[in-house]
């Protein structure tokens, strides 16, 4: 697995290798693309953060976003169900947010 520093370097392949996916397919490629951006999307609403950009200065959304593929990967559902969010994604999200009310 290649390293990656920035979620703007993550790509499909490289979700699929977190995933153990040893041949990747096209409909899989098109679905973890997907995947990724909807992370982000979710990222980004979920914390206050204004643009994907800034998500590149913290190292630990890589692994936010892989969770995130994942379970949408696993469910094959493009959405993510905050009621069984995962610990570790909850708790990296929760250091980063900004819209606190």
């Known amino acids: 697995m290649n390293i990656v520093t920035k979620v703007?370097?993550?790509t499909a392949q490289d979700v699929a290798e977190y995933l153990?996916?040893?041949?990747?397919t096209e409909d899989d490629e098109n679905f973890i693309t997907s995947t990724i951006g909807v992370a982000i999307d979710y990222i980004?609403?979920?914390?206050?953060?204004e643009d994907a950009e800034t998500l590149d200065t913290y190292n630990d959304m890589v692994i936010v976003v892989f969770v995130l593929c994942q379970d949408m990967y696993d469910n094959r559902a493009l959405y993510v169900d905050n009621s069984n969010l995962n610990k570790v994604v909850e708790n990296?999200?929760?250091?980063h947010q900004r819209n606190l009310l």
């Open 8 to 10: 703007s370097e993550i």
């Open 20 to 24: 153990r996916i040893a041949e990747l």
């Open 44 to 49: 980004l609403k979920y914390t206050g953060i």
């Open 92 to 95: 990296i999200l929760g250091l």
